[in-house]
Each structure stands twice: as C-alpha cells, then as structure tokens.
C-alpha cells in the first residue's frame, strides 16, 4: 500500500507581507516587518500549526526605485537575517529558520561560520537560500560600481556552494573528545583544512566551529533560470519556485527533477515549493473582496516601480494604458523578467494593470475558502506541480492565523500535512538525508 504524498509547507517572512498594500490593511500590524514581539508570535503561531520552516528572504540594498514610491514600502526596515533567526531559534523548537545570503557580495568563509552557529543555536534547523543578487545598486554598497554578469554570479555560485560545504566538512563529527584526563581538547587526525584554489575564490580553512548538527544546513535554491534550475538540481535540497499556473508548475517540476535523474540524485531529496498568497475568506466572494480591497490599497507609484524592478528597465516612460512594449534583456533576473511578460501576455493587461498586480503581488495565488485553497494545494502535490508551498500571508497578523485555524486543519483532515513534527532538525522534518563527511566519511 503506498503512502500518500505529504505538503511541505514554508513562510515567507522577510518582509512579513509580500504584498505592498498588507500594512495598510485594517488591523494589520504596521510595524509588522520590524517588531520583535510580533515576529516572535509569528514563529510561535508557524510552530503551532506545524510549518516546516521561517523563510527570511534578505535585500543588500534598498529597493532601486524613486523615492515617491519607496516612502510607501514597508521593506525599508527590516531586521538582519542571522540576529533575528538566531533570537527566533530561543524562542521555538522545531520551526526550520531559513535565511538568505548572497554568493554574490559575501564570502564563503562568513557563511559557512554564520549558519553553522545558526545550526548549533538552533539544535538543527538551520537552511541556507543561496541567491546571486539581482539588485544592481547593492554593488555600490561593496564597492562595486556595477554587478558581475549573470552567467558570471552563477559560476561563482556554484563554486561558493563547493566551498560552503567543505568548510562545514572540515571536523569529523567525533572530533571533539574532551579528554579531561589527557588534557587532549579535540583529536586531530579528525580535522582537515579545505586548502581550495579555484577560478573565482581562494580558501584555506579550517574552519573553526564544530560540523552542524545536520552535517549541512538545509540547501535552498529560488533561480528560475536555466543555470538557476542546473544549479537546484546540482546542489538545493529545497527549491522556492515562481510558476504561477498549475501548468507552469507541472513542467519546471519536471525539468528539475529529470535533471536530477540525470545526476544521480534521488528526486526525494528535492523539494520542490512554489511561492503562493493566500487569502482565505468565509465563502470564495468575501476572500475575492479581501484581495480586491488588499490590491486598492497600493499606488501607482509603488505599483509601476515594482513594475520597473522586474523587468529591469525603466517602465514609468511606457504608454501607461497601452500593453507592454517590447522589453530588451537586462542583467537583472531573467527568469523574473519572463514571468511578468508571460502574464502580461496571458491576460491581457495593460501596463496599468500589470503594475497593479505587481505591485500588490503578481504571482501564483489562491484565494477562496478553506476548502477550495486546500483542494487546489491538493491537486498541485498530487499531480507533480510541487512538493509543497512557501506560503506568503496577505497581512499579518491576520492572514497567519486564517491560513493556520483553517486551512491547516483542512489539510490534515485530508491526510496530506502532518500533525505532529517528524523529528527535531529541519532536515528530519523535511525527509532529506543527512550529508556525509567528504573528509572523513565514517
């Protein structure tokens, strides 16, 4: 008899509310993004209901856009990844803590020391979002004047990862035998420097913070792209997906996956979880007029800004009642640009309407009652459109506890979202394995 397939389910927490409008929305916290108390009630609510983990998203720089429109997001201020995940990991005990940190603008070495120490604060629910960077102005704050091309931020990705992980190889798991007797600390024949040479970064290690508890923190992915699904399949455990139709869905999970087969990777040890705003409501009309009034709350300025920075050009010269012109390629994300000009051509819109959408959220969502949201999640998993979902939440804290007291409870009736934790790391909770030691093997 085969075992039914069970939702992962992340939280997109950073900002708190993908959409521009949530902080607006009445009785939505409005310090939501930079408020301790309520980030701690968030986690705590996430834990209640089971949620594999707290995903904290993270920007180096503010977003690119004019400031008529930045004076009304409420991504202005936001708490560092790794002080706010490390305060989370003393408050909770078996919400994974994901954060992002960039290849990009970092180096290896403070990664690998961050989230290990994240790991150990955390008994093993640390995750690691690999990203690249698009926004072209966190160069100016590296002393940049402009990014690496995308293919070059890709390759450097990849060999980052290489370093990452060896660098958290670095100890045999008993290498630390605490011998009061013989004085003898940690044995030394149970360490290895990583020594790494290669094109883009030079490291010689060890490094020196015991291996984490989970071997590795969880490895998380979200490119789009095609070096972003060759790198998922190479390295993520965890992939943070943008389709944003059950279709869509359906065929990049069978690209990663195949590329995984292709690898030698067991498909399983992939989770595949695309991003989705939910709205839930008494009956479907009253969650679309949530969503209707959610969405009148966000300017224009906003909207065509959010416009601007996915495309990666200056939409505000662009006939604002006409569709969209042709847009040329950019250095900025690519597999993002494409979305936004799939969904123009899907629906139709003008570059009204599409900011308007992108500027509260344009991508996947599912808005209806308990039922209906947790029948569409259902299909999704059941079809091979996602192993589960990173849920973004409308405004907070509302949106949280209608998708916690509702939807979640629908979703166990089914027999589709666990009921009790798996086990205590995010890796156990998740079903992926533990990573051997490439040094030291047994």
């Not at 400031?67 to 490390?86: M, N, Q, Y």
């Not at 011998?179 to 290895?192: E, I, N, Q, W």
Request: charged share 25%.
């Amino acid at each position: 008899m085969s075992v039914q397939r069970q939702l992962k389910l992340g939280a997109f927490m950073r900002p708190v509310s993908i959409h521009t409008g949530a902080w607006r929305y009445p009785g939505a916290h409005r310090d939501a993004n930079f408020n301790f108390e309520h980030l701690k009630r968030y986690a705590q609510t996430l834990e209640r209901a089971r949620f594999d983990a707290f995903f904290m998203a993270d920007h180096l720089a503010l977003l690119n856009m004019p400031v008529d429109a930045l004076k009304r997001s409420h991504t202005a201020t936001s708490f560092e990844p790794f002080t706010l995940l490390s305060a989370l990991s003393q408050a909770t005990q078996h919400l994974g803590l994901v954060a992002t940190a960039s290849t990009t603008f970092d180096e290896p070495f403070h990664v690998a020391r961050r989230f290990a120490s994240l790991d150990h604060l955390s008994q093993g629910r640390a995750g690691w979002n690999i990203v690249t960077t698009s926004n072209p102005d966190a160069a100016l704050n590296f002393g940049r004047t402009s990014q690496p091309d995308h293919a070059a931020r890709y390759a450097r990705a990849r060999e980052f990862y290489d370093v990452v992980t060896g660098l958290w190889d670095s100890w045999a798991d008993d290498a630390f035998i605490r011998d009061a007797d013989s004085g003898v600390y940690f044995d030394p024949a149970r360490l290895r420097a990583l020594n790494h040479q290669g094109e883009h970064l030079s490291v010689k290690g060890p490094l020196h913070i015991a291996r984490p508890v989970q071997g590795w923190p969880v490895i998380v992915q979200a490119g789009a792209s095609e070096p972003g699904r060759q790198l998922a399949a190479e390295t993520a455990e965890v992939v943070f997906a943008a389709q944003s139709t059950l279709e869509e869905g359906r065929r990049f999970y069978a690209d990663v996956k195949g590329r995984m087969d292709r690898l030698g990777r067991h498909r399983d040890h992939l989770k595949i979880l695309p991003g989705v705003l939910v709205v839930v409501g008494e009956t479907d009309g009253q969650a679309r007029d949530i969503r209707a009034h959610l969405d009148s709350l966000v300017h224009y300025e906003s909207a065509i800004a959010s416009l601007s920075i996915a495309l990666g050009c200056d939409a505000s010269a662009f006939d604002p009642d006409a569709r969209l012109p042709p847009v040329p390629e950019t250095n900025a994300s690519k597999s993002g640009r494409e979305r936004v000009i799939a969904l123009a051509e899907r629906e139709g819109f003008t570059v009204r309407q599409l900011a308007q959408r992108l500027g509260g959220y344009g991508g996947l969502a599912m808005v209806g009652t308990a039922r209906h949201i947790a029948d569409q999640m259902q299909e999704w998993l059941e079809t091979e459109g996602a192993d589960g979902f990173n849920v973004m939440f409308p405004w907070l804290p509302g949106g949280l506890d209608a998708f916690t007291e509702q939807v979640v409870p629908e979703l166990q009736r089914r027999g589709i979202f666990r009921r009790e934790y798996e086990g205590r790391t995010l890796r156990e909770n998740l079903g992926l394995p533990r990573p051997a030691n490439r040094h030291f093997p047994r």
